[in-house]
């Protein structure tokens, strides 16, 4: 017998999700509008959501401000080697915990999932002086090294992993197989998925980020596009169509990294058992 409620239900359901979905993007929509209006048009009162005239010399005028281009560089070479080596670790270190037993390591795990419990913010002066120490300060691995570990990722990947079978592992060892070539082998290829979802979670944090860039780089050669963004913002007054302009390219990598990943992404975390 079919309920006689359910088409109301799925007619309710799509309203409230149609709804949402105009809450969450019109930030996107009013964002990029503005970023083709003049100084003027983008205050005035009432707002318009279309431009009287649209005005892409922003885009070019950006450029005066600070070399955005630049900072885009260097933005990705750190957003893109900071997932890749993200993901690296967290994959071996998930593998670790979720498939090979050795003494105390549900105790380490809790452990280690305590330094999540830390604010980066109490770490980062004394992270500071070990970099200065190190001669990192103003290099590409001072930017990089203290985004390769995530206690979040290890987490996420784990729980993945140990939805894998133990009997597949157990019979390529048989087989002679090293944890190497079974990491390599049967655990990446089976969490396609869960590695996905962390590399979005891992590159929109690495891209996003701004208080280390700014604490570990005083070189404008080894600025990241955050940084370039803040400088738009003036005591006094704001172009807010320029800094819109410059919001709508930062989001232009992320929108692409999300756009080729996304069918990865529901899956990933259903499967590693995360909930939102």
Not at 30 to 35: C, D, N, Q, T
Not at 45 to 56: E, G, H, K, N, Y
Request: with cysteine.
């Amino acid at each position: 017998m079919t309920d006689k409620s359910t088409p109301f239900k799925n007619i309710v359901s799509h309203a409230i999700l149609i709804v949402a979905a105009i809450v969450l993007m019109f930030p996107f929509v009013w964002m990029l509008s503005g970023s083709f209006k003049d100084s003027l048009e983008v205050v005035r009162m009432p707002p318009s959501l279309i431009p009287d005239t649209f005005r892409f010399d922003n885009y070019v005028e950006i450029t005066k401000y600070f070399p955005i281009y630049r900072f885009l560089g260097n933005s990705m070479i750190v957003a893109v080697i900071t997932t890749i080596a993200q993901v690296i670790v967290c994959a071996m270190a998930a593998f670790v915990f979720a498939k090979i037993s050795f003494k105390g390591r549900e105790a380490l795990f809790v452990l280690y999932l305590v330094t999540m419990m830390i604010p980066m913010q109490v770490t980062m002066t004394p992270l500071f002086i070990v970099f200065q120490k190190l001669n990192l300060i103003n290099t590409y691995p001072g930017l990089i090294l203290p985004g390769i570990f995530s206690a979040y990722g290890t987490f996420l990947l784990r729980q993945h992993i140990m939805t894998i079978p133990d009997p597949l592992i157990e019979a390529a060892r048989m087989d002679g197989a090293s944890y190497g070539r079974v990491f390599s082998s049967i655990i990446l290829p089976l969490s396609k998925p869960s590695l996905a979802t962390l590399s979005i979670f891992a590159f929109m944090a690495s891209w996003n980020n701004f208080l280390w860039p700014l604490i570990v780089t005083s070189d404008k050669e080894l600025m990241t596009l955050p940084i370039g963004l803040s400088k738009l913002q003036g005591r006094w007054a704001t172009e807010w169509n320029i800094l819109m302009a410059g919001n709508v390219i930062s989001f232009i990598p992320i929108f692409i990294v999300f756009l080729f990943a996304s069918r990865y992404f529901i899956k990933g975390m259903t499967m590693s058992g995360v909930k939102g």
